[in-house]
């Protein structure tokens, strides 16, 4: 259990760092050429860089380092929140990605200890795209489903207009103008393949089922929609173009 301290310093975090290299045969020495450690041990170099929170200065001064070796840490005590947190998961990242390595100093009830987290090792891009490519054929997706651009970058606690919702925009207008219609019938209309899923699902209530295979639009739908006029104003274009096509 990680004892309660009321102020930690970089220098706390010096010992069992020393202690550990020393004991893998380097030599260590510190505050050399402004590297808060080094370790030698032959050809080998490693500098390890303490701070008693994880920040960009800390990380800049690392990828400094990284001019002179390959081996470059960071050492920071251990964080209050979880190791399981999104948080956490998203700052190892980070550090693989700038090839760092990461150590954790924790403070117990009777001694301090260290934990090697993240070994300094190269960034194997290719891996991690590979790694995710579904998620780069979902973003694809959302981009290919936007019929434009109605969010606004870097918008934060504000409500994102999804080509989800965009599509249900689009039906509940079509069914306005239309009447009700079949899944089939919008479909040829443009809505796309997720047209069944989303009358079915009804997520946001604007639709209603009026026979078996027809659907048509709520009250809800006739007076939410309104919300979106430049988003209307496109299909409304669009459906335009649909009628001359069959004049």
């Not at 309660?4 to 893998?24: A, G, M, R």
């Not at 790694?131 to 970058?153: A, M, Y």
């Not at 739908?221 to 979106?228: A, L, P, V």
């Amino acid at each position: 259990m990680q004892k309660k301290k009321e102020k930690i310093y970089e220098v706390d975090l010096y010992k069992p760092i020393y202690k550990h290299f020393t004991n893998q045969g380097y030599e260590v020495k510190s505050e050399v050429n402004d590297c808060d450690i080094t370790a030698v041990k032959g050809d080998e170099l490693i500098i390890i860089e303490l701070k008693v929170r994880l920040n960009v200065d800390l990380l800049v001064q690392a990828t400094k380092r990284q001019k002179l070796t390959d081996q470059v840490y960071i050492a920071i005590p251990k964080p209050s929140y979880s190791f399981y947190s999104k948080k956490w998961k998203d700052i190892c990242h980070l550090i693989k990605r700038l090839e760092l390595g990461l150590i954790i100093v924790s403070f117990l009830q009777s001694t301090t200890k260290m934990n090697i987290v993240i070994s300094p090792a190269p960034f194997d891009r290719k891996k991690s795209m590979q790694q995710n490519k579904k998620k780069r054929k979902k973003l694809l997706s959302e981009i290919e489903g936007r019929h434009g651009d109605h969010n606004i970058g870097g918008s934060n606690q504000t409500k994102i207009m999804t080509a989800y919702k965009e599509t249900s925009i689009q039906i509940a207008y079509l069914l306005e103008q239309f009447g009700a219609l079949s899944p089939k019938a919008l479909r040829q209309m443009g809505t796309g393949e997720k047209t069944q899923s989303i009358l079915f699902n009804n997520y946001y209530g604007w639709f209603e089922r009026i026979q078996k295979g027809v659907y048509g639009i709520s009250e809800k739908g006739k007076s939410e929609i309104q919300e979106y006029p430049q988003i209307i104003e496109f299909f409304r274009k669009e459906a335009n173009q649909i009628d001359k096509t069959k004049t």
